[in-house]
């Protein structure tokens, strides 16, 4: 049986692109770029990459990238926007909880809960982090955005799904304060008019969880900030106001 991200990203592509979250992308690829010093002889993976979004921005300034993800329809959407602009990427399906390189990255990426944190459990989210490490060099660095716990502590995360997105409705919510996770309802349509009822399983993640997983996954410094669309910066402290965090882990 298939979990809800995999059901969710079955010929979504297209209504995936129009979502007002992936509206930020080019200022948050100035940030990756600052962030490694504008050196382009790195090697960057992109996990989770979606329909390719950051590596495609990435590409277009002169990084070798490669992208992986979990849906085939996703990677195919990707593979066709490098295609038409001739940009050399190298998109893959493959699973966040299970690959590996030959080669390891000066940096990886993991953007607008691309993979992490939508695991059914918090092992396999763990996993993810895990050969997010393995596949770095030593000093490399992890850039992540993440789901902020803090935030359902004093919000309606059902009230804020609903206001930024055009592409479908969360209809129920119900999120526990045991496991930190948020349950609900989405409804949407897939590219081809296939109407969807999913049922949601979302962790969120408060601060000092997130720094023991990484040092736990074997990354030696982490910092923790806000999450801003289209504009990441270290001179954002997370709040309680953030739905999203930025992490910057280094091996």
């Known amino acids: 049986m298939k979990q809800w991200y995999e059901e969710l990203f079955q010929n979504y592509s297209d209504k995936y692109d129009n979502e007002g979250f992936t509206k930020g992308t080019s200022g948050e690829v100035d940030f990756i770029e600052n962030e490694i010093t504008f050196n382009k002889s790195g090697k960057i993976l992109d996990i989770g990459c979606g329909t390719g979004r950051h590596s495609v921005e990435l590409a277009r300034r002169g990084y070798n990238v490669t992208g992986i993800d979990l849906s085939e329809s996703m990677i195919n959407k990707a593979r066709s926007l490098a ?29 607008c809960e691309g993979a992490f944190p939508l695991m059914e459990n918090d092992e396999m989210n763990f996993l993810i982090l895990k050969n ?12 992540l955005t993440t789901l902020n716990g803090l935030y359902p502590l004093f919000h309606s995360v059902k009230d804020f799904v609903n206001s930024g997105s055009d592409q479908g409705k969360s209809t129920e919510n119900s ?77």
């Not at 997010?132 to 660095?141: F, Q």
């Open 83 to 111: 295609r038409k602009e001739n940009l050399k990427i190298d998109f893959l399906v493959k699973d966040a909880r299970n690959f590996s390189f030959d080669e390891p990255f000066d940096l990886a990426i993991m953007l």
């Open 175 to 251: 999120f526990d304060l045991m496991t930190f996770r948020d349950y609900s309802v989405y409804e949407t349509e897939d590219d081809i008019g296939m109407k969807k009822v999913l049922q949601c399983n979302e962790r969120y993640y408060v601060p000092s969880e997130i720094t023991w997983l990484l040092k736990s996954a074997g990354f030696i410094t982490s910092e923790i900030y806000a999450a801003r669309l289209g504009a990441f910066s270290k001179n954002d402290k997370l709040t309680t106001e953030d739905f999203e965090m930025l992490v910057i882990a280094t091996k």
């Open 132 to 143: 997010a490490c393995s596949s770095l060099k030593s000093g490399g660095k992890l850039i």
